[in-house]
């Protein structure tokens, strides 16, 4: 998501469903922020926390993203990872060698220095518990995105079914399977599907039909639930349009490419 949106960017919900303008609540605003830790978690990703001064007057909602602007460079965004409630900034930055950008973040917050944010952005969040089940799906790093609500309904009362799919090309890509097989373990309410392509020859497009299929297979009452997506466009649009086709109310689909990759 590079607009990253390891989440990336990744509508304008009523309130009872948890979606909301979330910049008009909290207006993005610049931070200079420390690097605490990066550190490589997979062939390609890296995990960085970022301390923000005055932290707790820093406000975002689970779901949302922040941008890094290096100077001379145009911004580069990336989903929080962490909980709203989470003292450090949580980013998952998937790093391979034909993405420039992600590389010059890489070096930048490893050079030591202070680094620019600016944060909240997007709409496709969580502001509370909502009331019905939720199905999460991501590809690749749009994980970092469904562990920031993950990890902000688990401080909340909610009990509906939540199901996270994700999706990514081999197991070494799910950098952090442990994690969700975690949460399920410690869950009764919680189902962890991860769905692995396998086949170095198929492209990654198939790989998306794969997911589809896989959230699908679920059975799910799709008049009442509420689902979040994060990856690629391809992949984001492909499920929406399978899923208002078995009859979930547009409404309850999420995802922030919807804002930064519009149909035309």
């Given at each position: 998501m590079k607009i990253v949106i390891i989440a990336p960017m990744q509508t304008d919900m009523k309130l009872e469903t948890s979606a909301l303008m979330a910049t008009v609540n909290h207006p993005p605003r610049q931070y200079l922020a420390k690097v605490v830790d990066v550190r490589s978690i997979s062939h390609d990703v890296f995990r960085v926390e970022l301390k923000l001064p005055r932290r707790r007057e820093v406000s975002f909602y689970a779901g949302q993203?922040?941008?890094?602007?290096l100077p001379d460079h145009d911004p580069c965004y990336f989903s929080?990872?962490?909980?709203?409630?989470?003292?450090?900034?949580?980013?998952?930055?998937?790093?391979s060698p034909d993405w420039v950008s992600a590389g010059k973040v890489i070096d930048a917050l490893t050079s030591g220095q202070d680094v620019t944010v600016q944060l909240p952005n997007g709409r496709a969040c969580l502001t509370a518990a909502p009331e019905r089940p939720l199905l999460l799906v991501a590809a690749g790093t749009g994980f970092a995105q469904m562990k920031s609500l993950v990890e902000f309904l688990q401080e909340t009362p909610y009990h509906q079914p939540l199901t996270l799919?994700?999706?990514?090309?081999?197991?070494?890509?799910?950098?952090l399977r442990s994690l969700a097989q975690q949460w399920q373990e410690n869950s009764d309410t919680f189902t962890f599907v991860p769905v692995v392509g396998n086949d170095e020859d198929n492209d990654w497009g198939g790989h998306h039909e794969q997911l589809v299929r896989a959230v699908l297979a679920t059975g799910a009452d799709w008049q009442n639930v509420e689902v979040h997506a994060s990856g690629s466009p391809v992949m984001v649009y492909t499920l929406m349009d399978a899923l208002l086709e078995q009859g979930l109310p547009e409404s309850a689909f999420f995802s922030d490419v919807l804002e930064y990759a519009p149909r035309a």
């Amino acid at each position: 998501m590079k607009i990253v949106i390891i989440a990336p960017m990744q509508t304008d919900m009523k309130l009872e469903t948890s979606a909301l303008m979330a910049t008009v609540n909290h207006p993005p605003r610049q931070y200079l922020a420390k690097v605490v830790d990066v550190r490589s978690i997979s062939h390609d990703v890296f995990r960085v926390e970022l301390k923000l001064p005055r932290r707790r007057e820093v406000s975002f909602y689970a779901g949302q993203y922040l941008s890094v602007n290096l100077p001379d460079h145009d911004p580069c965004y990336f989903s929080i990872a962490s909980s709203p409630s989470a003292e450090h900034i949580e980013l998952h930055i998937q790093a391979s060698p034909d993405w420039v950008s992600a590389g010059k973040v890489i070096d930048a917050l490893t050079s030591g220095q202070d680094v620019t944010v600016q944060l909240p952005n997007g709409r496709a969040c969580l502001t509370a518990a909502p009331e019905r089940p939720l199905l999460l799906v991501a590809a690749g790093t749009g994980f970092a995105q469904m562990k920031s609500l993950v990890e902000f309904l688990q401080e909340t009362p909610y009990h509906q079914p939540l199901t996270l799919f994700w999706g990514a090309r081999k197991h070494e890509d799910m950098y952090l399977r442990s994690l969700a097989q975690q949460w399920q373990e410690n869950s009764d309410t919680f189902t962890f599907v991860p769905v692995v392509g396998n086949d170095e020859d198929n492209d990654w497009g198939g790989h998306h039909e794969q997911l589809v299929r896989a959230v699908l297979a679920t059975g799910a009452d799709w008049q009442n639930v509420e689902v979040h997506a994060s990856g690629s466009p391809v992949m984001v649009y492909t499920l929406m349009d399978a899923l208002l086709e078995q009859g979930l109310p547009e409404s309850a689909f999420f995802s922030d490419v919807l804002e930064y990759a519009p149909r035309a």
